[in-house]
């Protein structure tokens, strides 16, 4: 099993362009979330996704979107990209969909996102 | 608001030696989950433990224990006989019941030394 993939491992983007990271989990998985991590920071929600056809805003949404495509993908888009999103951003599923406190988050290897 | 404070920015350890990590977390509610995670230098995020706010026993998963005081509102990771693959950051992180936002400390690095 992959476990949790994302897509592109690194981007550089100058500002005011627009991407989307993708993420792809095979665990069968409800939950889907998308943090970012700045150095000294640790990580911080932007988005999540109890389940297929829902999204939710988590601690840092604003400049981010999200799409659930279906119950293994899950995309974070970036409209117009600012230095200040400049960041590793990990992707992570779990397996329920309530938020569960026993509900072990599994976490992508990142993507390494330059904002110039 | 929820908030985890890990105040050893960084950390040593001789090899085959124990190390403990602090965590503490500042929560109302009664129901939560505390877990640690492994952040190598390649980046990924490795789940090891998690510790439940209702477990009666400290979590253990093979070198890796959970030294949990409620009352004191600490969930300290103990690793025992450190090895030089331990040298990483190390994130604790905290989910109340029903809820999907967890919240990660700043992380301790540690370091392993021959």
């Known amino acids: 099993n992959a476990g949790v993939t994302q897509t592109p491992k690194f981007q550089v983007l100058k500002t005011g362009q627009s991407m989307t990271l993708q993420c792809a989990q095979d665990?069968?998985?409800?939950?889907m979330y998308w943090y970012r991590q700045d150095p000294g920071m640790g990580l911080r929600l932007i988005y999540y996704?109890?389940?297929?056809?829902?999204?939710d805003k988590g601690e840092v949404p604003n400049g981010y979107n999200v799409s659930r495509l279906n119950k293994r993908e899950f995309s974070l888009r970036l409209e117009s990209a600012a230095p200040s999103q400049t960041s590793v951003y990990f992707c992570?599923?779990?397996?329920?969909?309530?938020?569960?406190?026993?509900?072990?988050?599994?976490f992508g290897p990142g993507t390494r996102l330059t904002v110039l | 608001a929820q908030k985890i404070t890990q105040t050893q920015p960084g950390m040593f350890v001789q090899e085959k030696e124990a190390v403990t990590l602090d965590c503490t977390y500042d929560t109302s509610d009664p129901s939560y989950g505390l877990f640690w995670y492994k952040q190598p230098s390649s980046g990924e995020m490795i789940f090891l433990i998690y510790?439940?706010?209702?477990?009666?026993q400290n979590a253990t998963e093979g070198r890796y224990s959970l030294n949990f005081q409620k009352a004191r509102k600490s969930a300290n990771l103990v690793i025992s006989a450190s090895q030089l693959g331990d040298s990483a950051m190390y994130f604790c992180?905290?989910?109340?019941?029903?809820?999907?936002?967890?919240?990660f400390g700043a992380g301790t690095r540690l370091t392993v030394k021959p």
């Open positions: 992180a905290m989910r109340r019941n029903y809820n999907n936002d967890m919240r």
């Open positions: 996704s109890a389940s297929e056809g829902t999204t």
């Open positions: 992570a599923s779990s397996a329920m969909t309530s938020g569960v406190s026993t509900d072990t988050q599994y």
């Open positions: 510790q439940g706010s209702y477990d009666q």
């Open positions: 665990m069968n998985h409800n939950s």
